[in-house]
């Protein structure tokens, strides 16, 4: 079994703004699954994430309104055939997102840690463990780029982050 998956995270779509750079709609073309790791702000993200592919997965985020953080899960575990994906959004300062991921998933059985947050790219393997946030898609003042990130998994798991 092969599967790509786009990731975002940190949108931070308003219910004003309602839009996505149609650059993320080319990085994620022929994707199987988008994970989104909160902050959508608005559930309208998840909209717009659908029309570019119908398998979208979505935890809340610490800046999601009310009615996100009441749809949306904290915390999403994803089993594939060849992967268990964990999924949150992050905490607490952003060069330690990556440690409160890894605490978090400790005792889950994850190949991948997908965390948001921080706005910043980070793509690095802790032991067996893939840890992966795509950046921000969005912001202009904290992220040092926009971007999103691809997980393709088959015999083995590779992701990039893809500058958009």
Request: glycine fraction near 8%; include cysteine.
């Amino acid at each position: 079994m092969s599967v790509k998956i786009g990731v975002i995270s940190d949108t931070h779509v308003t219910s004003e703004t309602k839009k996505l750079s149609p650059a993320i709609a080319d990085a994620f073309r022929g994707v199987d699954m988008i994970i989104h790791a909160g902050d959508l702000v608005d559930l309208s993200v998840l909209k717009l994430l659908k029309i570019m592919c119908p398998n979208v997965k979505a935890v809340c985020g610490n800046m999601d309104n009310p009615e996100a953080k009441k749809k949306l899960p904290e915390k999403e575990i994803i089993r594939l055939e060849n992967a268990v994906i964990g999924v949150m959004h992050g905490f607490g300062p952003p060069d330690k997102v990556a440690d409160c991921a890894e605490e978090v998933f400790k005792n889950d059985g994850v190949n991948v840690v997908i965390f948001g947050h921080s706005h910043k790219p980070f793509n690095k393997k802790k032991g067996k463990i893939l840890f992966f946030n795509p950046g921000s898609a969005t912001d202009h003042v904290f992220a040092p780029y926009n971007s999103v990130g691809i997980i393709e998994i088959n015999d083995s798991i590779e992701a990039k982050i893809v500058k958009i």
